[in-house]
């Protein structure tokens, strides 16, 4: 039988035992964590990366990597907190780039993010990362690096480009809330890994699926739309600004 990358599914009475404690796991983040800290100029934006790190930091160390291998919720709430909380912390801190950014890293950032949450959320490609330690990895490399690239063009942008911002954080907005709504209404449940280890936490694998399928609905689709409207403010004021002088 493989065993997941996170262990073998978790019995309630066992979870809070099952930190993840891989050494090469605690050697990797604390040295990406260094260099994050060492990038990042400012005081506020340094807390907002240690923030953001340790966000990260707990979601993969925490016994939520190993409830992760039982409940579908348990894997979204994981990605929730890496994209919706570490990784807009962590791109807020990133220096902005030197030169002018483009339409087309917004959108090339936004397309690689539609692309990676939407393929690591379909059947096959999840199912494949229980067996296989390199592709959970990947499906976790992957979602968050995007998700951090994508933030940095939301947060990190000239006034004057608020209205594609806003455009890119509405239509992110849309497909990661129609991915959610679909995972919620489905009739059947869709991953096969969970079948069988759901019961012990008093959830069917369906019910499982549409807890998990709410948390990434309606967290994203407030937070992605709340970023859109920031645009459109900072758009306003430099506006007002410009009236005043």
Not at 112 to 138: E, G, K, N, R
Request: proline content about 6%; aromatic content about 14%; hydrophobic content about 55%.
């Amino acid at each position: 039988m493989v065993v997941p990358y996170c262990g073998s599914p978790p019995s309630p009475g066992e979870l809070w035992e099952r930190f993840n404690l891989d050494p090469l796991l605690l050697l990797v983040l604390s040295l990406f964590g260094v260099l994050l800290i060492w990038m990042v100029r400012g005081r506020w934006e340094r807390r907002c990366a240690a923030l953001g790190w340790t966000m990260a930091f707990a979601a993969f160390v925490s016994p939520l990597c190993a409830l992760s291998v039982s409940l579908f919720s348990a894997r979204i709430a994981q990605h929730m907190i890496l994209l919706l909380v570490a990784a807009p912390l962590i791109a807020f801190a990133l220096p902005r780039a030197t030169h002018r950014s483009g339409s087309w890293q917004l959108w090339a950032t936004a397309c690689l993010f539609f692309v990676a949450l939407w393929f690591w959320h379909m059947p096959d490609p999840y199912d494949a990362t229980f067996s296989s330690t390199s592709v959970y990895w990947i499906m976790h490399v992957t979602l968050f690096g995007t998700g951090i690239l994508l933030w940095r063009e939301l947060l990190h942008h000239r006034p004057n480009r608020a209205v594609e911002v806003f455009a890119a954080s509405a239509i992110t907005c849309m497909q990661m809330g129609f991915l959610g709504a679909i995972l919620t209404l489905a009739g059947r449940p869709l991953f096969s890994w969970h079948f069988i280890t759901t019961a012990v936490w008093g959830l069917s694998p369906l019910q499982d699926q549409q807890l998990g399928g709410t948390l990434m609905w309606v967290p994203g689709l407030l937070l992605f739309l709340w970023v859109g409207v920031r645009s459109l403010e900072r758009l306003w004021s430099a506006l007002e600004a410009e009236r005043a002088i």
